[in-house]
């Protein structure tokens, strides 16, 4: 599974830096290290995979969560997925509100995402696994509601230090 995947190396990543890291360990910054991977690679490289997803193979992709192939709305799944890979990637660079506004764009893409799934599969009986499986659960409402809670958090550490 890609988005498990894509968490562990997250997580890998994260961990790597805050051993190797010179700065010291406060929660803030340890904070903001495991926020820049969860952005970067959570948000930029999973929306990117997701897009390449949505875009190039789009009849397997509807087909796994349930769609019927050949719809035009794949592609605006697709580029909106990789509107939100563009944000993460740029997170490398650019910091602060930038930050909360791709945390806010992208939670609030995967929880309107989580509920035409529900939606789908409680008017459709579409349960597919990739409609109500772990992608719903993990990927759109577990996983955006904690990066929320942690860009929340993240900011009021920030405002506290000031």
Same mark, same amino acid.
């Given at each position: ?15 790597? %830096? ?78 602060? *509100? ?31 696994? %990739? *409609? ?31």
């Amino acid at each position: 599974m890609q988005l498990l995947f894509f968490f562990v190396l997250t997580i890998v990543l994260a961990l790597l %830096n805050i051993i190797f890291t010179k700065k010291p360990r406060t929660a803030k910054n340890v904070l903001e290290i495991v926020l820049y991977y969860w952005l970067v690679v959570m948000v930029g490289v999973g929306g990117m995979l997701a897009f390449c997803g949505h875009a190039f193979m789009a009849d397997k992709v509807a087909v796994s969560i349930g769609w019927q192939p050949g719809s035009p709305f794949q592609f605006e799944v697709a580029v909106a997925n990789l509107a939100f890979g563009v944000l993460g990637i740029l997170c490398i660079w650019l910091r602060g *509100n930038f930050w909360v506004a791709a945390a806010i764009g992208q939670s609030v893409f995967a929880f309107g995402a989580a509920y035409g799934h529900i939606r789908d599969a409680m008017l459709k009986g579409n349960f597919a696994i %990739n *409609n109500v499986g772990p992608v719903l659960v993990l990927g759109d409402v577990i996983l955006p509601a904690t990066l929320l809670v942690l860009i929340f958090i993240y900011g009021r550490m920030k405002a506290a230090a000031k």
